[in-house]
DNA sequence: AATTCACTTTAGAATCATTCTAACCCAATT
DNA sequence: AATTGGGTTAGAATGATTCTAAAGTGAATT
C-alpha cells in the first residue's frame, strides 16, 4: 500500500512518482492507465508547460512510447474535461493545453508560436464590465500578443 | 448590376453608400471589385458586427451574390491584412472578423458561440508585466467568458 | 487464475475550417 | 480594343481534430 495520499487538488504539483500520478488521475475520476500515466508523467512531470497535441504525441513518440494520436487527443480532453489542463485558444491553427490551472494570463508570440505564463499578481484588472443580463463570468484571460522588437 | 458614380469622397464614418465604401477600400489600398464592395457593404453597412466565414458566405447567398467560399476567405484575410477587420480568437473551432477595428474587449458566452464588445473605457487593466527582453506589446487582449446563469 | 464487463486504445476514415492550385475573369492602363 | 496583372473560382489539398468499430485492458468477480 501506500502511505497517505496528498490532497492537492489545484496546485502546481511537481508530481514525478508514479504514484502521484496516479493519485491524481484516480482523483479527477479518471481510470489509471497506462496511456494516461505516461502522457501525464510527461505533462506533469516537469513544471508548468503548454503544449499541442502534435508536439506532446511526438515527445511521446520520441520517449519511445507506442501512443496513437486519437489517444493523445482523447487523453488531453479527458484531462482538461476533468480540470487538470486548461486550453488556451491563441491561435487559429491549433489548440495548446497548459498544466498550469491556477488563474493566471499570458504572454503570446504569435511569430514563434509560443505561450508565456504571467501570474495571476502581475495583472491587474481593477474594473470590469458587469456580464449582460442572465449571464456569469466563467474567467477572465489577458492575453498579451507581442512582437519582435525591431533591432536597434 | 452595379452602376459606378465616380465620386470620390474621404469619408471614413459608417459608411453605407457604395461610394464610400469604394472609398474605404481604395484607401486601405485594395483594388475595388464587385466582390469585395458587396462583401464590404454587408460588413460594414450595418453597425459593429462579429462574423465567421462561412456566417458571411451564408449572408452573401441569401442577399442573392454569386460568391465563392475561397472569395469569401480570400476578402476576410485581405480585409484583415489591410487593418479593416480584426480577427479574433475565442474558439478552437473557427476565427471570428470583428468590424470594430478600435482597441476594446469581448465578452465571449461559448455555449452560443457569441462574441459581444466590450468599449476600452469600460475596462480598467492598471498593471501589466514587463514585457520580455526583445519584445513589444502588440495588443492586450481582455476575454471575459460567460456562462449562462442557472435559472433561479 | 479465469471470466466478465465496462471503459480504453487504436488505425484509419470522416469532418470541418481554411488554404492552395491553376484556369478563367475583369479593372485599370495603354 | 488590347494588354496586363491582380481577382475570382471550383475543386483539390491540407491539417487539426473527431469519429468509428474493433481489439485491448483494468478492476471486480468467480
Redesign the interface.
Known amino acids: 500500500m501506500i502511505g497517505t495520499p496528498r490532497m492537492r487538488l489545484s496546485e502546481k504539483t511537481k508530481a514525478h512518482r508514479a504514484d502521484e500520478l496516479a493519485d491524481k488521475l484516480s482523483t479527477a475520476g479518471l481510470r489509471v492507465t497506462q496511456a494516461r500515466l505516461a502522457l501525464a508523467h510527461l505533462l506533469f512531470g516537469q513544471g508548468d508547460r503548454h503544449v499541442t497535441a502534435d508536439a506532446l504525441r511526438e515527445e511521446a513518440l520520441a520517449a519511445g512510447l507506442k501512443i496513437s494520436q486519437a489517444t493523445v487527443y482523447n487523453t488531453l480532453n479527458q484531462f482538461h474535461a476533468a480540470g487538470l489542463l486548461r486550453?488556451v485558444?491563441?491561435?487559429?491553427a491549433?489548440?495548446y493545453f497548459d498544466t498550469n490551472i491556477d488563474a493566471h494570463h499570458h504572454?503570446y508570440?504569435?511569430e514563434e508560436a509560443r505561450l508565456?505564463d504571467?501570474a495571476a499578481q502581475?495583472?491587474?484588472?481593477?474594473?470590469?464590465?458587469d456580464?449582460?443580463k442572465?449571464?456569469?463570468?466563467?474567467?477572465?484571460?489577458?492575453?498579451?500578443?507581442?512582437?519582435?522588437?525591431p533591432k536597434a
Open positions: 486550453q485558444q491563441v491561435d487559429q491549433r489548440s504572454f508570440v504569435e508565456i504571467i502581475e495583472v491587474d484588472v481593477a474594473r470590469l464590465p456580464s449582460p442572465g449571464y456569469d463570468v466563467d474567467r477572465v484571460e489577458v492575453i498579451i500578443r507581442l512582437d519582435k522588437s
